[in-house]
């Protein structure tokens, strides 16, 4: 089966489970062959990205600068692999392409440059940069009587940025109600736990005290994912605050909740071990377009 012929109307949690098994290990893939890191941080936002983009967002692969999209940044920039690999597998370029990240010329750097790919919303990386420019779409959104909706994909640690706080005002203010953020709360930073580094719980109570309609969510379970993302806009008159419960490295067992895969590469027996796990004989591998 392709990911791309899996459309928003057929699509069912169990072929989207095995999607995000097969973009994880494409990660694993993608990180050892260019010998990039970040990978525990890619890893636990792919169900998010697999929810959004196979099921909840209105865009068109075939058009993606349609003025009437739903638009998807994903601000933490570093995780750039599990964007790519999503755009891919959803049919906004070859597949084929994902075997050139990092590389010299590629247009797939380790972090998304400007307009580098069809479905890159926005160059990202600098953290604290994805919401305010975020919130800019969906207030020219609600000038120009648009109905597209915006969805932000932030990290935990991006969170420690003020420019995020200032946007975190502004937005209720002029009731950007289309305007949505997923944060990816693995609860690590690069340099130790999330909550150690800066004071961030409880996150969905200091976003609701900023004007925000908030809510937790499991950011594994795809059916609670599809659901939260789908409620956007909520009929609060607020912007949506979804803070998703993640695992750092999530899905390679000996990657889990360990942070030295902030910046470790997959060695060839790890890419081989982490086959094991994603890729069972029992359960097969999605297709994936290769032209």
Excluded at 101 to 113: D, I, K, N, T, W
């Amino acid at each position: 089966m392709n990911p791309n012929d899996i459309g928003q109307a057929q699509a069912s949690l169990a072929e989207l489970e095995l999607l995000a098994r097969q973009i994880r290990f494409k990660l694993v893939e993608m990180s050892h062959a260019a010998g990039t890191p970040h990978l525990g941080s890619a890893l636990s936002c792919v169900d998010i990205l697999v929810a959004a983009y196979w099921w909840v967002l209105r865009v068109d692969p075939q058009q993606p600068n349609d003025p009437l999209r739903d638009r998807c940044i994903l601000s933490k920039g570093h995780a750039a692999t599990t964007l790519y690999a999503t755009l891919a597998y959803r049919g906004f370029f070859p597949a084929s392409l994902l075997d050139t990240y990092a590389q010299h010329r590629s247009p797939l750097a380790e972090h998304p440059g400007p307009n580098c790919a069809p479905g890159v919303e926005l160059a990202t990386g600098s953290l604290g940069h994805g919401l305010p420019v975020g919130l800019g779409m969906a207030l020219a959104g609600k000038i120009q009587h648009q109905d597209y909706r915006v969805f932000v994909v932030m990290s935990d640690g991006e969170c420690n940025e003020g420019s995020v706080w200032e946007a975190a005002m502004f937005a209720p203010n002029q009731g950007l109600d289309r305007l949505a953020i997923i944060v990816d709360y693995n609860k690590w930073q690069a340099t130790g736990r999330s909550n150690e580094i800066m004071a961030l719980a409880s996150l969905a109570r200091k976003w609701e005290a900023f004007g925000w309609s908030a809510s937790e969510v499991d950011g594994h379970d795809l059916s609670a994912l599809i659901q939260a993302l789908s409620g956007v806009p909520d009929g609060s008159g607020k912007p949506v605050a979804i803070i998703a419960h993640t695992t750092k490295g999530k899905g390679v067992s000996f990657m889990e909740d360990d942070n030295n895969w902030h910046y470790r590469v997959p060695k060839a027996a790890e890419v081989e071990a982490a086959r094991q796990e994603l890729c069972p004989p029992d359960r097969g591998l999605l297709g994936r377009r290769s032209t």
